[in-house]
């Protein structure tokens, strides 16, 4: 195949990538969206085949087929409850393979163009050394979410005297060992950079705590696209240059995204310990004896059925309980009924932007019933109903009301605003910012304490 005809080629898989962005900003459009990423992905690998310079594709085919058996077999019984930490698996396996290029390409710069030993381009080193940094922090960084998200490490910040100083002599180190690699492309230099990069993941992913982990994701996403991109350049292979820049673009402008709904910049993510445990100061612990009301799934129908408009806010207990379905059965007969259903999408609920969007969509839930934090919050005043289910943080008017709370100033579904509030949730334990949720106490707010599967189960019947 021609340079050309490659250069040709490489251009289309590009556009289909940027047409795949476009489609999955949109839940009406996604599928499309995920339909021009598999065309993009599998123009690339074809085109990249069958150029001059591919040879030994025994060993290639046997990685691919590898390689898609186990993304098939994870694909097929992955639960959407997974997905937080399945992504950030999938995350530092982009970084680790950052890193192998790179040392392949140090070792053998004659096979990639970019000079001979001891003698390669000082812009490639510069993109080596880059690419292994990021690669590098992504890995152990990716993994320590991971950990976090599937419940192997605690959930809270693991936090030592000195940390940020610690941090930031690595840091230091980093850029220092950067520039001697450049000067003297020294093997050992090389190495010692990629540890020093592993260790500074590790460090920098460890002090945050689980509120933060839909943040965390996004920024290692946006770590893994700009390691890609910095390895396209090694290999020069315009095509990763090109979706390695989309990839870190957007994660970075997601990430923004998810700060601005938390209301924190994404220094204090990194730098700060959201996400603790324990309950804040100035917050009541849930085992006091603060009133709570007390309700079932009878009396939970018998008001859902006598109101005109309810307004469904779901979070990570839902997706835990796998509620989705069940819950638009629900809707489907408070419909029926002549009642006005909407869906409230906090941008941080769940543990991954989006992962809400996916459920309700996976459950046949209409599009145009699905609302942002923007455009619903005025609705919650004249709603007769909102049914919290499994949301804990984004619901929490301590955000509003309390200094003292760590989630001051985050902004919130105004649910209390509501005429009536059902919380559908296990017990009154705290959620993922370990702060207790002040909306449990309200006068009228009515605890519905169970499975949320089976209490919109038992909901429908009711109906």
């Known amino acids: 195949m021609s340079a050309n005809i490659s250069s040709f080629l490489y251009l289309i898989s590009a556009v289909c990538f940027i047409m795949a962005l476009r489609g999955l900003s949109s839940a009406a459009t996604s599928r499309l969206g995920n339909l021009y990423g598999i065309i993009g992905m599998a123009v690339a690998i074809l085109t990249t085949l069958l150029m001059p310079q591919i040879s030994h594709y025994g060993i290639i085919l046997l990685g691919i087929l590898c390689g898609g058996g186990i993304g098939a077999i994870i694909a097929r019984k992955i639960h959407m409850t997974a997905l937080p930490q399945l992504v950030a698996g999938f995350h530092s396996l982009v970084g680790l393979a950052a890193v192998f290029v790179a040392g392949a390409a140090l070792n053998s710069p004659d096979a990639y163009g970019i000079g001979t030993v001891g003698a390669i381009k000082a812009s490639s080193l510069i993109e080596m050394g880059l690419g292994t940094a990021i690669g590098a922090i992504t890995f152990t960084g990716s993994l320590i979410a991971f950990g976090k998200l599937q419940g192997l490490i605690s959930g809270k910040p693991l936090v030592f005297a000195g940390q940020h100083l610690f941090n930031a002599t690595l840091g230091a180190a980093l850029v220092f060992l950067l520039f001697i690699f450049m000067l003297t492309e020294s093997h050992f230099i090389f190495w010692v950079l990629t540890c020093v990069a592993l260790a500074l993941g590790l460090l920098l992913i460890l002090p945050i705590g689980g509120a933060d982990m839909p943040v965390v994701i996004s920024m290692l996403n946006s770590y893994s696209g700009w390691a890609a991109a910095g390895i396209g350049f090694t290999l020069g292979n315009h095509l990763l240059i090109i979706t390695g820049a989309l990839v870190g673009a957007s994660g970075a402008i997601l990430s923004y995204i998810m700060c ?150 985050m902004p919130i579904l105004d649910v209390e605003r509501a005429k009536t509030v059902l919380f559908v949730k296990r017990s009154l334990a705290t959620g993922y910012a370990g702060v207790d949720n002040d909306l449990f106490y309200r006068d009228n707010t009515f605890m519905v304490l169970g499975d949320a599967k089976k209490v919109c189960e038992d909901v429908v019947k009711g109906l």
Request: net charge negative; proline share 6%.
């Open 260 to 409: 601005k709904g938390m209301n924190r910049s994404i220094f204090n993510v990194i730098l700060g310990g959201f996400g603790t445990d324990q309950p804040a100061e100035g917050t009541a612990n849930a085992e006091t004896d603060r009133p709570v009301k007390v309700s079932n799934a009878e009396d939970a129908a018998y008001i859902l059925s006598n109101a005109q408009s309810v307004i469904i806010v779901p979070g990570y207990g839902m997706a835990v309980a796998q509620a989705q379905h069940a819950l638009r059965e629900m809707s489907d007969h408070l419909k029926k009924k002549g009642v006005k259903i909407k869906y409230a999408i906090h941008p941080v609920a769940g543990r991954m932007p989006g992962h809400m969007n996916v459920l309700l969509a996976e459950a046949n839930v209409p599009y145009d019933e699905v609302h942002e934090l923007e455009e619903i919050n005025n609705d919650f005043s004249t709603a007769d109903v909102a049914f919290v289910i499994g949301a804990n943080d984004i619901t929490n008017p301590a955000a509003k009301t309390n200094p003292a709370s760590p989630i001051y100033g």
